[in-house]
Antibody, heavy 119, light 107 residues
Framework: EVQLVQSGPEVKKPGESLKISCKSSGYSFTSYWIGWVRQMPGKGLEWMGIIYPGDSDTRYSPSFQGQVTISADKSITTAYVQWSSLKVSDTAMYYC????????????WGQGTRVTVSS | AIQMTQSPSSLSASVGDRVTITCRAS??????LGWFQQKPGKAPKFLIYAATTLQSGVPSRFSGSGSGTDFTLTISSLQPEDFATYYC?????????FGQGTKVEIK
């Protein structure tokens, strides 16, 4: 059974760093892309970026380039997104999603990680 | 970046109604389009890929059509569990982009 299990909720202060995770199981981790999606409170879905764990090819949305870093560790089938200096505006739910990389086939989603940034 | 214009942004419908949601791409994306359903407080659920192919386990009242720039998600007979927000996603070109969402509410 394919599963993507994300790390738990986080409460941070502006300027702090953060790394959240997405643990994959039930399929070949290096054969699919893992994407990250932001959903700010009461808003729609925003595509942040994606990584192919097989060769670490990583693509970012211009809106998130330089703001976050996406990575993956093949040895533990886990993908990450990290911030070096959080802003209040980073408060959101973050989802990871497995994708085949084409034809709109983003099929399995993590349960989401809620990040709250407040002073 | 390719813009995905989804319409309407919301609609009210009754159980049993036929509902149609559209997504228009700012440039041709072949059939590199998926549809997703999201209920409040839940992760999105994958419904359709390649614009027209129903994901396994998704009820047959859902269907997708279109290619190139214009795409449609149709619910043939709306059920109580279908009241949710629906999104399209193009993955033809980076950055991938979602439509703004369509909230389907009870009339």
């Amino acid at each position: 059974e394919v599963q993507l299990v994300q790390s738990g909720p986080e409460v941070k202060k502006p300027g702090e760093s953060l790394k959240i995770s997405c643990k994959s199981s039930g399929y070949s981790f290096t054969s699919y892309w893992i994407g990250w999606v932001r959903q700010m409170p009461g808003k729609g879905l925003e595509w942040m970026g994606i990584i192919y764990p097989g060769d670490s090819d990583t693509r970012y949305s211009p809106s998130f380039q330089g703001q976050v870093t996406i990575s993956a560790d093949k040895s533990i089938t886990t993908a990450y997104v990290q911030w070096s200096s959080l802003k209040v505006s980073d408060t959101a739910m973050y989802y990871c999603v497995r994708s085949s990389g084409s034809r709109g086939r983003s099929d399995y989603w993590g349960q989401g990680t809620r990040v709250t940034v407040s002073s | 970046a390719i813009q995905m214009t989804q319409s309407p942004s919301s609609l009210s419908a009754s159980v049993g109604d036929r509902v149609t949601i559209t997504c228009r791409a700012s440039q041709g994306i072949r059939n590199d389009l998926g549809w997703f359903q999201q209920k409040p407080g839940k992760a999105p659920k994958f419904l359709i890929y390649a614009a027209t192919t129903l994901q396994s386990g998704v009820p047959s009242r859902f269907s997708g059509s279109g290619s190139g720039t214009d795409f449609t998600l149709t619910i043939s007979s709306l059920q109580p569990e279908d009241f949710a927000t629906y999104y399209c996603l193009q993955d033809n070109n980076y950055p991938w982009t979602f439509g703004q969402g369509t909230k389907v509410e009870i009339k």
